[in-house]
């Protein structure tokens, strides 16, 4: 069955405007808030008007959107309603230069915790300087309630609402449920490799957890070996979208390729499908992917250290073989570069998949990399006070949520959320920058 939080809005001017002219949308609901406009216009005939402050304009929006993340849903501007009739009728608003931009910039600066958006300008194309519509999706967030203007906000089905203690008190705890969720994951996570690793090497552990999924979100790609079979082919076009994206390094391997053996796990109430080296001759498989009946996405590498002795696993292996030598690390390193391309790999998988099975909720994200003890960063390594920059845990983790449109609009800036705070306890979360261009400066200094 599918469970979404909000209802579908089109994304497009004409069939927008048919659907809220036919009565799709016969009042405004729990879901759904129609505006007139964000910035109030002088009415014509020379009436007296008074204009707004843009603050309070901005207090408002802020207040509409907080009220409809406890449940998802839509904030559609450039609709009148006739309150008498519960009827909408277009009239086209402004769409100023960067009005989408305001928005998002609104919902992360007014609201607390941050609040992430995404506003659609949506021009009449009759008209295109005549303005249009906007739609501001507003998912689902595992980080309700949010607060504007210092005040808890939600919806009923007439409209937003201050919530009540005890309503804050019960959202709260629900957000404890989830984080005891996601820590749960984790460790069924670390579990599933029990008995593949290498104790010597570095690994990589990414849980991701949908909010509001279902019982049987992914058993059509688990239930039997047909069903993983259908995955295999499923993600095959993924893996080539993955391998030709710009500003990836040519030696990399996308992170779910080369897919190979999968098994049910009943101990996961899933599937794991696991992925060897090309050439088969590491002992030890390389990748796993771990897919559970209810949504719930895991990704283990295996490798993402070194050996102690500062080569690369692999590279033994192939010197066994009598392969051209190549110069090791002069200290156990961690290959950050390689868990940045897992991360965001990663995060392609879920976004996709979230598409697949119409998924448009949060998800709570974890990541561990474990066994880093005495390991400094492969990029630090070269300096001679690399032995200065050593960790002295032995497992990193952090976690972080996303909701399924960033992860498909920009998962650089998702992965960027996520795995900063371990890349900065390694010592290198400077090469962000490198990797993720959006990633400014004030990032990096907070």
């Known amino acids: 069955m599918l469970v979404t939080t909000t209802r579908a809005v089109?994304?497009?001017y004409p069939e927008l405007v048919q659907a809220i002219g036919s009565g799709v949308y016969p009042a405004e609901r729990h879901w759904i808030d129609f505006k007139k406009e964000l910035y109030p216009t002088p009415p014509l005939g020379g009436v007296p008007f008074k204009s707004k402050p843009t603050n309070e304009i901005y207090d408002e929006l802020a207040r509409d959107l907080a009220s409809l993340a406890v449940r998802g849903g839509f904030l559609i501007f450039g609709v009148d309603e006739d309150k008498k009739a519960h009827q909408f009728t277009v009239l086209d608003m402004p769409l100023p230069a960067q009005l989408d931009q305001t928005v998002d910039q609104v919902a992360r600066s007014r609201i607390t915790p941050a609040l992430y958006v995404t506003p659609t300008l949506l021009p009449n194309p009759a008209n295109p300087a005549g303005g249009?519509?906007?739609?501001?999706?507003?998912?689902?967030?595992?980080?309700?309630?949010?607060?504007?203007?210092?005040?808890y906000y939600g919806r009923s089905e007439t409209g937003k609402t201050v919530l009540s203690d005890p309503e804050v008190e019960q959202l709260i705890v629900r957000r404890r449920r989830?984080?005891?969720?996601?820590?749960?994951?984790?460790?069924?996570?670390?579990?599933?490799?029990?008995?593949?690793?290498?104790?010597?090497?570095?690994?990589?552990?990414?849980?991701?957890?949908?909010?509001?999924?279902?019982?049987?979100?992914?058993?059509?790609?688990?239930?039997?070996?047909?069903?993983?079979?259908?995955?295999?082919?499923?993600?095959?076009?993924?893996?080539?979208?993955?391998?030709?994206?710009?500003?990836?390094p040519n030696d990399t391997v996308p992170?779910?390729?080369?897919?190979?053996?999968?098994?049910?796990?009943?101990?996961?109430?899933?599937?794991?499908?696991?992925?060897?080296?090309?050439?088969?001759?590491?002992?030890?498989?390389?990748?796993?992917?771990?897919?559970?009946?209810?949504?719930?996405?895991r990704f283990i590498d295996l490798i993402v250290g070194s050996l102690p002795n500062g080569m690369h696993p692999v590279t033994a292996q192939w010197q066994r073989t009598d392969a051209p030598a190549q110069q090791p690390h002069r200290i156990p390193v961690v290959y950050e570069e390689v868990i940045w391309w897992d991360v965001v790999d990663s995060l392609y998988l879920i976004g996709e998949i979230a598409a697949f099975c119409g998924y448009t909720g949060a998800w709570l994200l974890g990541v561990e990399v474990d066994g880093v003890h005495a390991r400094s960063s492969a990029a630090l390594a070269v300096s001679p006070v690399a032995s200065a920059t050593v960790s002295d845990s032995d497992t990193l983790s952090a976690t972080s949520r996303a909701t399924s449109t960033e992860i498909r609009g920009d998962r650089l800036a998702v992965a960027d959320q996520l795995i900063r705070p371990v890349l900065r306890d390694l010592g290198c979360e400077f090469l962000l920058r490198r990797w993720n261009p959006k990633a400014s400066l004030s990032d990096l200094m907070g």
């Not at 949010?146 to 005040?151: I, L, S, T």
């Not at 499908?273 to 209810?294: E, H, S």
């Open 255 to 297: 992170a779910f390729s080369e897919l190979q053996y999968h098994h049910r796990a009943q101990s996961l109430r899933g599937a794991w499908f696991l992925t060897f080296p090309a050439d088969n001759r590491a002992a030890l498989p390389r990748r796993c992917v771990g897919l559970g009946d209810d949504g719930t996405i």
């Open 178 to 248: 989830a984080d005891a969720r996601l820590s749960e994951a984790m460790t069924a996570t670390a579990q599933g490799v029990a008995g593949m690793r290498d104790e010597r090497i570095s690994l990589l552990r990414l849980t991701a957890v949908p909010t509001q999924g279902w019982s049987d979100m992914l058993l059509r790609f688990t239930r039997d070996q047909p069903a993983r079979t259908e995955f295999l082919r499923t993600a095959t076009p993924w893996v080539h979208e993955v391998a030709k994206e710009p500003g990836r």
């Open 132 to 151: 249009g519509l906007m739609v501001v999706e507003v998912p689902e967030s595992p980080d309700a309630p949010h607060m504007a203007v210092g005040k």
């Open 10 to 12: 089109p994304l497009n």
